[in-house]
């Protein structure tokens, strides 16, 4: 299959042509990941956030463990209180690293 332009969703570079984001995704793995700090990717549709979210977990899941979550179907209820978003949290957890969702509860539980 011969690449083409994307201009409808995840851009794959296997598939698409697309910048090469080998630097980016190195610089946020040394200046965020490696150092344990929080990061956001904030721009407006079609500059490729998705895209550089899934090449990063895909850069990153030789070392770690890369899990993808969307907090979109969590409703309010759940955010009621720590508690409750933490059950909430630890039920989603569990599906995305296909762990029981007592073994999630365990580590939601004890702050870890």
């Given at each position: 299959?011969?690449?083409?332009?994307?201009?409808?969703?995840?851009?794959?570079?296997?598939?698409?042509?697309?910048?090469?984001?080998?630097?980016?995704?190195?610089?946020?793995?040394?200046?965020?990941?490696?150092?344990?700090?929080?990061?956001?990717?904030?721009?407006?549709?079609?500059?490729?956030?998705?895209?550089?979210?899934?090449?990063?977990?895909?850069?990153?899941?030789?070392?770690?463990?890369?899990v993808?979550?969307d907090?979109?179907?969590?409703?309010?209820?759940?955010?009621?209180?720590?508690?409750?978003?933490?059950?909430?949290?630890?039920?989603?957890?569990?599906?995305?690293?296909?762990?029981?969702?007592?073994?999630?509860?365990?580590?939601?539980?004890?702050?870890?």
């Amino acid at each position: 299959m011969r690449k083409y332009f994307n201009t409808e969703g995840v851009c794959i570079p296997e598939k698409h042509y697309m910048v090469p984001l080998d630097d980016r995704l190195r610089q946020i793995k040394e200046k965020y990941v490696e150092r344990g700090s929080y990061f956001i990717i904030n721009k407006g549709r079609q500059y490729g956030k998705t895209t550089t979210l899934r090449l990063l977990a895909r850069y990153l899941k030789p070392e770690y463990l890369v899990v993808s979550m969307d907090f979109q179907g969590i409703g309010t209820e759940e955010f009621r209180n720590e508690a409750t978003f933490s059950r909430a949290f630890a039920k989603l957890f569990s599906r995305a690293a296909k762990i029981s969702d007592s073994e999630a509860e365990a580590v939601a539980g004890s702050g870890a």
